[in-house]
Nanobody, 123 residues
Framework: QVQLVESGGGLVQPGGSLRLTCGISGDTVYYYTIGWFRQAPGKEREGVSCMASTGLIRDAETVKGRFTISRDGDKNTVYLQMNSLKPEDTATYYC?????????????????WGQGTQVTVSS
């Protein structure tokens, strides 16, 4: 079991950028698949991007070419760089962890979750 804390959310104009941070404690990030998810008001939570323990990456079609997931093992941190943001990206963003190397954007495959950080894209 690991603990996750998200940060970096905020208000940004359409076309702008934000970088979300997921700080991980309790174990090394290299043993886990880390996923980013988001939930907009009135909608179900959806997978955005994930990085397996192997380093492989999967992105949702809605964010391909705009969002980039990365990790820093020295800091035990995973990032989500979000560029060309759109109003429809507005949501609470969560990071989650599952032990092992399965590359998945299915939320029920993840065991540990952070508390979320709010991203609002609006002019």
């Amino acid at each position: 079991q690991v603990q996750l804390v998200e940060s970096g959310g905020g208000l940004v104009q359409p076309g702008g950028s934000l970088r979300l941070t997921c700080g991980i404690s309790g174990d090394t990030v290299y043993y886990y698949t880390i996923g980013w998810f988001r939930q907009a008001p009135g909608k179900e939570r959806e997978g955005v991007s994930c990085m397996a323990s192997t380093g492989l990456i999967r992105d949702a079609e809605t964010v391909k070419g705009r969002f980039t997931i990365s990790r820093d093992g020295d800091k035990n941190t995973v990032y989500l760089q979000m560029n060309s943001l759109k109003p429809e990206d507005t949501a609470t963003y969560y990071c989650a962890a599952r032990y092992g190397g399965t590359l998945t954007l299915q939320e029920d495959e993840y065991e540990d979750w952070g508390q979320g950080t709010q991203v609002t894209v609006s002019s």
